[in-house]
């Protein structure tokens, strides 16, 4: 399974905001679109993420507020990436090894969309209750074998 499979399913919402925003901005929007990343575009180019893991560092350091920061002084301005192409069993490895929930998939320099945490573990699922569902039926329709038919009597 492909990311591009994922991004099929999923839609083709894009949550964006720009690095100069302010941040109570972005985290308003988080909160009205209940959503935990925003993909930071800059003159049509991803630029960065800022995810809830950035807003709770901030708030965390910063006695409880964003203050008046921009999204820029807190995104993560280097984020791992995939592309459409990329294969699932890609994916997860490299999202665990570094802690990553949301991850831009990229086409060149073309954004075409986020992939969660979520969204890969909902795919594998989804791919194993199917594949699963198969081997069941399967299993049930299993043929008998020539040497379990009765054999004719030769006598």
């Not at 993909?39 to 560092?57: C, K, P, Q």
């Not at 409880?64 to 820029?72: A, E, F, W, Y």
């Not at 890609?90 to 086409?107: A, C, S």
Request: hydrophobic share 40%; net charge negative; glycine share 6%.
């Amino acid at each position: 399974m492909k990311v591009s499979d994922i991004l099929r399913v999923k839609g083709g919402t894009l949550y964006t905001i720009s690095p100069d925003e302010p941040l109570d901005r972005a985290v308003q929007t988080m909160a009205e679109f209940d959503i935990g990343s925003l993909a930071v575009m800059d003159h049509g180019e991803l630029v960065g993420m800022l995810t809830f893991r950035e807003l709770i560092h901030t708030l965390a350091s910063h006695g409880g507020t964003v203050g008046n920061r921009s999204v820029r002084a807190v995104m993560d301005d280097h984020p791992m990436s995939c592309t459409p192409e990329t294969e699932l069993e890609q994916v997860r490895p490299m999202m665990l090894e570094k802690h990553t929930r949301y991850m831009p998939v990229m086409d060149n320099k073309m954004l075409m969309g986020v992939i969660s945490f979520y969204d890969v573990a909902k795919a594998v699922v989804d791919s194993q209750n199917f594949e699963n569902k198969m081997l069941k039926a399967y299993i049930r329709d299993w043929p008998e074998e020539e040497s379990d038919k009765a054999e004719p009597n030769l006598r």
